[in-house]
């Protein structure tokens, strides 16, 4: 390392505080894409249906201020700064304040455990897109090595899992299912990254300490055209086929493609698909995300202790530590080149 991190930043999704933000929220984060307007509408209505509040924001405060207190702690004694892709606060704007406070090297916590293009390489783009904005002597960042099969990941999981289903008889466990749910993605991105395979190796390392209990990987979310084909299957439509076929009387929805509670999985989720089973008659738990479990707070410590110290890189299963840097082809996004 030639030169020493002189700053944590968190860099995460973002989400309207208002009614008023969220048509021009969602219009950031739809940019570029193919997502009819229509689409976008009718997901401005799941925003309001909650004030036009995400609770996102929310959540990176608490986040902060519990690795704040982290590394109060234990160290390393850095200065955290939070910036988020589609809203305030705005990545080129906390880069810009880290630039007047004399931050030369930073490293970044992303909210994502996941390879994909919109869980990292995006997040890179608009790391750049910022550093450009800000200009020269703009702060470096170097992004935290995703952490799908990390103890400190997949530890708080099981809890969660384990804490569902103990809401449930212990008679009924041989007819439970869970279900782990995760942003369905075009296929043609899923082809470009290591998404699916990290999420099932997620989903089989929580699975491993509850033995005989079946589970299945689903996805949510999807936002695309109809024409595209997007990973499946739907959650919803999933538990349509589970009440169908009779197997189960319970199921624990863990949607271990999030690590917080926000929209998606407060619309999708606890309102959609709780809905949905309680007009099949199937009991659904919904367990909970990572949020600010301590141990995943120190997760994040030990993941910047490794770039920062002679911390040994910790992982479970059998794909070893993600890389640190990410080579020049890494989650790609699945659309042509622009011409």
């Known amino acids: 390392m030639s030169e020493p991190y002189d700053a944590i930043l968190l ?10 933000d969220v048509t021009p929220f969602l219009e950031n984060v739809l940019r570029g894409k193919n997502v009819p307007r229509e689409r976008m509408l009718e997901v401005a209505e799941h925003y309001k249906q909650f004030g036009g509040v995400s609770p996102i924001n929310q959540q990176c405060r608490e986040l902060l201020a519990a690795l704040a207190a982290e590394l109060t702690l234990h160290g390393p004694q850095l200065p955290i700064y939070w910036g988020n892709r589609n809203w305030q606060p705005l990545l080129a704007d906390t880069l810009r304040q880290m630039k007047d406070n004399g931050v030369r090297r930073s490293l970044a916590f992303m909210t994502s455990a996941f390879s994909s293009y919109s869980g990292c390489r995006q997040y890179r783009e608009d790391v750049a897109r910022a550093q450009a904005d800000v200009g020269e002597d703009a702060p470096e960042v170097h992004k935290l090595r995703v952490f799908y099969n ?45 998404y699916e395979q990290q999420l099932t190796e997620s989903c089989r390392l929580v699975s491993e300490v509850f033995p005989g209990q079946r589970w299945r990987l689903v996805y949510q979310s999807r936002s695309g055209p109809p024409t595209q084909s997007w990973l499946e299957p739907d959650v919803c439509d999933y538990l349509t086929e589970l009440h169908k076929s009779g197997e189960a ?70 794909f070893g530590p993600n890389h640190d840097d990410c080579p020049e082809d890494c989650c790609l996004s699945g659309r042509p080149p622009h011409p």
């Open 249 to 318: 009387t319970d199921v624990v929805v863990s949607p271990i493609g999030f690590i917080s509670d926000h929209l998606e999985v407060l619309f999708d989720l606890d309102t959609q698909a709780q809905n949905l089973c309680g007009q099949l008659g199937l009991n659904m738990i919904r367990a909970a995300t990572v949020g600010t479990h301590p141990r995943f707070i120190r997760m994040i410590r030990e993941l910047i202790d490794e770039r920062t110290g002679d911390t040994p890189k910790a992982c479970l299963g059998k």
């Open 150 to 194: 990390h103890p400190g990941y997949i530890e708080p999981m099981r809890e969660r899992v384990r804490s569902a289903l103990d809401e449930i008889p212990a008679e009924r466990h041989a007819t439970t299912q869970i279900v782990y749910t995760a942003h369905s993605i075009p296929n043609a991105m899923a082809a470009g990254c290591d």
């Open 11 to 20: 860099v995460s999704f973002g989400g309207p505080e208002g009614s008023a």
